[in-house]
């Protein structure tokens, strides 16, 4: 059992940045990838960006050159920098493990807000 904690989240202006952070319960060494999803009010759950145990990182076409996922194995924490936030990028921001294929974990969600 993985359990997974966001933090970070808030009510910016469009432009600034904010950071986000998961603090898992257990040692993330060997999780397979960890990610960011968003939902946004009335549209499906999508994936912001993901980083795998390697380090590989994939990121959705709109947050390319402002976000930046990254992962702390010592402190079993992982980030998301966001800069030049957009109104669009309004949403609840959840937290995700995958420890093995098709066995996911997900935290609570985190809301950021982004105001014109």
């Known amino acids: 059992q993985v359990q997974l904690v966001e933090s970070g989240g808030g009510l910016v202006q469009a432009g600034e940045s904010l950071r986000l952070s998961c603090a898992a319960s257990?040692?993330?060494?060997?999780?397979?990838?960890m990610g960011w999803y968003r939902q946004a009010p009335g549209k499906q759950r999508e994936m912001a960006a993901v980083i795998t145990r390697g380090g590989s990182t994939n990121y959705e076409d709109s947050v390319k050159g402002r976000f930046t996922i990254s992962r702390d194995n010592a402190k079993a924490t992982m980030y998301l920098q966001m800069n030049n936030l957009k109104p669009e990028d309004t949403a609840v921001y959840y937290c995700?493990?995958?420890?093995?294929?098709?066995?996911?974990?997900w935290g609570q969600g985190t809301q950021v807000t982004v105001s014109s």
């Open positions: 257990v040692s993330i060494v060997s999780i397979l990838s």
């Open positions: 995700n493990a995958m420890v093995a294929a098709g066995n996911h974990y």
